[in-house]
């Protein structure tokens, strides 16, 4: 009950509800991510694996995750998780609707990961020119690691790049507010294309 009230305050006084999408290749780490910060207990839509990808994982997203966090008394996030299985990439154009901006997260400890994850950008950036932040979970902490996925991935220095565990509140937070102000550089890009004409 106690947290109700401040909720319905916020809606009261005209705060921002925005949506934040969590995606990235298979068991990259989205719904761990999405447990680890999230102040709801997370709605996630996980079913067992029958196919060969089992020997990596029993479960995998089919749907969506769904987590909350409240920045402060004006900005709450929702997150969304993708699923990571090829199978469900339907799934990310209905999740994608709306979005303010998404983390792709990325596994350093597995190779093909890169490779899944160029695919997902490329589909994003097709869906939706909003900006996006990249976690690499499972950081190996070996210098030169953000600069090789940013290689990877063909993105420039104003894309934010940075290790994240998916395991560890404070590092997930450091991911979200990298995100929060590429948001805010690019609202104040737009807005000084507009006042200049
Ligand atoms: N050691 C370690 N394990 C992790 C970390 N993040 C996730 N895991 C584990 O890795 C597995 C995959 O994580 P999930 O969060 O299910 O990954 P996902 O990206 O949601 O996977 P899909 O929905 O199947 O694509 C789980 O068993 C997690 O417990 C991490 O930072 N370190
Ligand atoms: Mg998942």
């Not at 934040?20 to 694996?49: N, Q, Y």
């Not at 008394?73 to 969304?80: A, D, I, M, P």
């Not at 303010?100 to 899944?116: F, H, K, N, P």
């Not at 894309?159 to 104040?188: N, R």
């Amino acid at each position: 009950m106690a947290n109700r009230t401040p909720a319905r305050q916020r809606r009261r006084h005209g705060g921002q509800a925005v949506k934040i999408v969590v995606t990235g290749p298979f068991a990259a780490g989205k719904t761990t991510l999405i447990r680890t910060i999230s102040e709801i207990t997370v709605l996630s839509t996980e079913r067992g694996i029958t196919d060969e990808t089992r020997a990596r994982k029993r479960e995998t997203t089919v749907a969506m995750d769904f987590g909350r966090i409240t920045i402060d008394r004006e900005l709450v996030l929702y997150l969304f998780g993708t699923p990571g299985q090829e199978r469900f990439d339907f799934m990310w154009e209905i999740l994608g609707e709306g979005m303010l901006g998404y983390l792709l997260l990325v596994d350093a400890s597995r190779a093909d990961s890169l490779a899944e994850a160029e695919g997902i950008l490329g589909a994003f950036r097709q869906m939706a020119r909003v900006p996006f932040a990249v976690g690499i979970n499972r950081s190996t902490g070996e210098p030169g690691e953000a600069e090789q996925v940013r290689e990877r991935l063909g993105l420039g220095l104003e894309i934010p790049v940075m290790p994240c565990d998916a395991t560890d509140k404070a590092s997930v937070k450091e991911l979200l507010l990298a995100l929060l102000y590429a948001v805010l550089d690019d609202v104040e890009a737009e807005s000084a294309q507009v006042a200049g004409g």
